[in-house]
């Protein structure tokens, strides 16, 4: 099992910041494909940002491009994602993911999530 955790999530206004963080077990250390996906309530699980082979590669997605960084320390074994400019519209449940057979990873994709954690941003 990933026994993957997420935490971080909280309450910002528009325009601020926070970084989520995921541990989980040693098989999420040898994990080759990590990554975030989100859900907002009555939308569709929307993937967010993923990182493949420790760090070599990374995707975003369109909509948070040049606002979300997502980064691994592997001697701690947690994933991260720093997100900066939150807009209302980012306003979901983050879920930490694990191991995908496609890349980018669709949201459907991972074998393993979290709980999650609700980030909330107001106008």
């Known amino acids: 099992q990933m026994n993957l955790v997420e935490s971080g999530g909280g309450s910002v206004q528009a325009g601020g910041s926070l970084r989520l963080s995921c541990t989980g077990s040693q098989l999420f250390a040898s994990s080759h494909c990590m990554g975030w996906f989100r859900q907002a309530p009555g939308r569709e699980r929307e993937g967010v940002a993923a990182i493949y082979v420790g760090g070599a590669t990374s995707w975003y997605a369109d909509s948070v491009k040049g606002r979300f960084t997502i980064s691994r320390d592997n001697e701690k074994v947690i994933l991260y994602l720093q997100m900066n400019n939150l807009k209302p519209e980012d306003t979901a449940t983050y879920y930490c993911?694990?191991?995908?057979?496609?890349?980018?990873?669709?949201?459907?994709?991972?074998?393993?999530w979290g709980q999650g954690t609700q980030v909330t941003v107001s106008s």
């Open positions: 993911a694990a191991e995908c057979d496609r890349w980018p990873p669709p949201p459907f994709d991972y074998k393993y």
